[in-house]
T-cell receptor, first 115, second 113 residues
Framework: EPEVTQTPSHQVTQMGQEVILRCVPI?????FYWYRQILGQKVEFLVS????????KSEIFDDQFSVERPDGSNFTLKIRSTKLEDSAMYFC?????????????FGPGTRLTVT | LAKTTQPISMDSYEGQEVNITCSHN???????ITWYQQFPSQGPRFIIQ???TKVTNEVASLFIPADRKSSTLSLPRVSLSDTAVYYC??????????????FGKGTKLSVKP
């Protein structure tokens, strides 16, 4: 069964450093998403991406965040200058298309720890 | 987006049927009801979606009354591996939606032997 993969599984970084979280969505999917989950809290939407541009973003997704699909398979989330409060699990997800946008396939997540 | 209310936690035993009810009093005409499951340290996983009446797949059933102000996720004969958090989401499902899922706190289901 196809699945979304994410690397690394755990990333430790110092405050102020840049991090790039990587995702490989399911190959025939057209919509891509990033979510985050702070420990013990709910899953929060960050951004959706379609046709090489951002479709929608939440208030959390400020200028410190950016997304990119550098090639035909990878989808990345960059945090330019990490803060302590960015520590969370980051999930990438993908879905087939607009009519099935509700059925998203999530990756295993990257645990980001900012010290 | 319609606000949803579901129990914070539920306990069950292996082999029992579990029903988790979600209230969504201000559901809109175009809204669909979607359920996700999340195991610890994993990403959420889609379970089922419905609009009205009953939907069944290989994992669960979803019951939606005529007024659509609530819905019930039914898990038949649960096992220990069904221990997870279950989320009820309400929003536009087909077209017109950007697809961003809005998760609440969910219901933590604990299945005991």
């Amino acid at each position: 069964e196809p699945e979304v993969t994410q690397t690394p599984s755990h990333q430790v970084t110092q405050m102020g450093q840049e991090v790039i979280l990587r995702c490989v969505p399911i190959s025939n999917h057209l919509y891509f998403y990033w979510y985050r989950q702070i420990l013990g809290q709910k899953v929060e939407f960050l951004v959706s991406f379609y046709n090489n541009e951002i479709s929608e973003k939440s208030e959390i997704f400020d200028d410190q965040f950016s997304v990119e699909r550098p090639d035909g398979s990878n989808f990345t989330l960059k945090i330019r200058s990490t803060k302590l409060e960015d520590s969370a699990m980051y999930f990438c997800a993908s879905s087939e298309g607009r009519t099935r946008a509700y059925e998203q396939y999530f990756g295993p997540g990257t645990r980001l720890t900012v010290t | 987006l319609a606000k949803t209310t579901q129990p914070i936690s539920m306990d069950s035993y292996e082999g029992q049927e579990v029903n988790i009810t979600c209230s969504h009093n201000n559901i809109a005409t175009n809204d669909y009801i979607t359920w996700y499951q999340q195991f610890p340290s994993q990403g959420p996983r889609f379970i089922i979606q419905g609009y009205k009446t009953k939907v069944t797949n290989e994992v669960a059933s979803l019951f939606i009354p005529a007024d659509r102000k609530s819905s019930t996720l039914s898990l038949p004969r649960v096992s220990l591996s069904d221990t997870a958090v279950y989320y009820c989401l309400v929003g536009e499902g087909y077209g017109g939606s950007q697809g961003n899922l809005i998760f609440g706190k969910g219901t933590k289901l604990s299945v005991k032997p």
